[in-house]
């Protein structure tokens, strides 16, 4: 009876589970655009945070002490704060501190998109520079002497012999920080940017569906992070860390 | 075989307890108690709250419940209810009438009757004067600002398909939106806005509230089903306090110009019991 019972109830919620609702019509539109704007989101954070990650270690690592004290300032007032901050900050802040001209254009284009890729991009920016630091730190000293010795400059020793050395080795601790960045993406559901989450809480308002919704959801930050990491992996494998 | 037989019994007794029970006027009950048991909530200001000060409830909907009372020749008595319990305790007889909020709606029809609708409300827009929307029909292709997980984005939708809609966690950041320029109107429910656009202080000319509701929600008392002698002189009642003009007064003294919530004119009349679905009004 009680066995009986329970297939009752699993068949129950197998058959409310409306997987129509996920193969075609306007609410399969809104989650695919929502995922579309997820993965905007991840490609312009990524491809400009890592360089912008890899200028800030530099120039954390610069001999200069106004350009290392400047690039500390940036790292720990954004890693220090939540993202959710951050973003509130960049949506409801920074705006209104423009000239009225730019607002104006601004607020006419998609500002909460836009407002969404400068906070995640400089926090995660901030995150990066310091694995690609611990990186740098990880290739002996005597690579770097050894590239002065031979009369190159700083930044052609960094870039030619260190930076090439050091980005491999930090291969796994940045894959780590693009997974964040790209399950933090969700965050900005709460200045109103149309991203998979909020387009799952819209579904979900509008036809009450929430597992269907939330599952559609689950399934690709799911798969879209074991891409992420099969990369990774494959990079890896084709450059591998040199012995050091 | 003996304890199916005694179920029967059981079972037929109270069936026949529970017919006597229904069949029994509910009318003439209260007038033998000598009083009126009203459900109402008590927590929602203007319809039903606690004056700090007397510790009596006081409110719209409680001011038309003693009228009822008074017109029956009987005391009121006001019993609190949580949101959820208020049909189940009506349906129990735990209270007479419930005087609590209650938006009358066809899934409700068949559980419970409902009195003369005494209070219509709904989502309204607030739209920023200068951004040249003055109807509800100017939003298609616009930035419209709300908040996540309520009515307001379906309802919205229904009457503007091709709006362009931005919810965010709180109604208070929607609201800031708007006055940051990031949209041309606001969606929430009409009290809410009222009281939004009346902590704006002089900006406030900046903005209105369109005229239209986006849905209607009536609000009416709940009566047990089966009650047509008792629901006769609710609704008697609230003819005539139409007729006499003490209708509009106690719009005035709890929502409209007379309260702080200031809303417009009433734009109703105590008339009639019926409801129609989602249709958006003037």
């Given at each position: 009876m009680a066995g009986c019972g329970r297939s009752n109830a699993l068949s129950d919620a197998m058959s409310s589970f409306h997987l129509s609702l996920l193969l075609s019509g306007p609410y399969q539109a809104m989650l695919f655009a929502g995922l579309r704007l997820s993965l905007t989101l991840l490609t312009v954070a990524f491809v400009v945070a890592l360089p912008l990650g890899v200028l800030i270690a530099l120039a954390r690592l610069s001999p200069f002490v106004f350009v290392r004290g400047i690039a500390i300032v940036f790292i720990e007032s954004q890693r220090n704060v939540p993202l959710l901050a951050h973003l509130l900050f960049w949506y409801f802040g920074a705006p209104e501190l423009l000239p009225d001209a730019a607002k104006q254009w601004l607020y006419a284009h998609d500002v909460e998109t836009i407002a969404a890729v400068v906070a995640i991009t400089l926090y995660y920016a901030a995150f990066m520079s310091e694995d690609v630091r611990s990186g740098v730190r990880a290739v002996p000293s005597v690579q770097f002497e050894a590239a002065r010795a031979l009369g190159l400059p700083w930044f052609s020793a960094m870039r030619r012999v260190v930076l090439p050395q050091a980005l491999r080795v930090t291969v796994p601790p940045l894959l780590s920080q693009t997974l964040n960045l790209w399950k933090d993406t969700s965050i900005a559901t709460v200045i109103g940017t149309a991203e998979l989450m909020y387009q799952a809480a819209k579904v979900e308002s509008a036809t009450f569906r929430s597992i269907e919704a939330f599952t559609f959801a689950t399934v690709s930050y799911l798969t879209v992070s074991l891409l992420i990491t099969a990369l990774a992996s494959g990079y890896s494998h084709r450059y591998p860390a040199r012995a050091l | 075989m003996r304890i199916s037989q005694l179920l029967k019994i059981l079972v037929a007794g109270v069936i026949a307890v529970g017919a006597v029970a229904a069949q029994a006027d509910q009318l003439a009950d209260i007038k033998a108690k000598g009083e009126i048991v009203f459900g109402t909530l008590g927590t929602d200001e203007p319809n039903s709250f606690i004056d700090?000060?007397?510790?009596d409830y006081v409110g719209y909907e409680i001011d038309i419940a003693k009228a009822v009372a008074k017109k029956i020749g009987v005391k009121p008595v006001f019993k609190q209810l949580a949101v959820a319990a208020r049909i189940p305790e009506l349906q129990q007889g735990h209270v007479d009438v419930l005087a609590a909020s209650l938006t009358h709606n066809k899934e409700r029809e068949s559980q419970i009757d409902f009195a003369l609708t005494d209070f219509i409300t709904g989502s309204k827009v607030l739209v920023v004067?200068?951004?040249?929307?003055?109807?509800?029909?100017?939003?298609?292709?616009k930035r419209v600002l709300t908040v996540k997980g309520g009515t307001q984005v379906p309802n919205l939708l229904r009457v503007v398909p091709t709006a362009q809609v931005i919810t965010f966690e709180t109604t208070q950041q929607a609201f800031q939106a708007l006055q940051q320029g990031k949209g041309v109107a606001y969606v929430n429910d009409e009290s809410s806005l009222y009281d939004d656009v009346h902590k704006l202080g002089p900006k406030a000319s900046d903005y209105e509230i369109l005229p239209q509701n986006l849905n209607v929600e009536p609000l009416a008392f709940g009566i047990r089903k089966g009650e047509p002698a008792l629901k006769a002189v609710i609704d008697g009642e609230l003819r005539e306090l139409e007729a006499s003009g003490e209708a509009n007064r106690l719009y005035d003294k709890w929502y409209g110009k007379d309260s702080k919530l200031k809303f417009g004119p009433r734009t109703f009349k105590f008339d009639t019991d019926k409801i129609e679905d989602d249709k958006v009004t003037g």
């Open positions: - | 700090p000060q007397t510790r004067k200068s951004s040249g929307v003055h109807s509800i029909a100017d939003l298609a292709g």
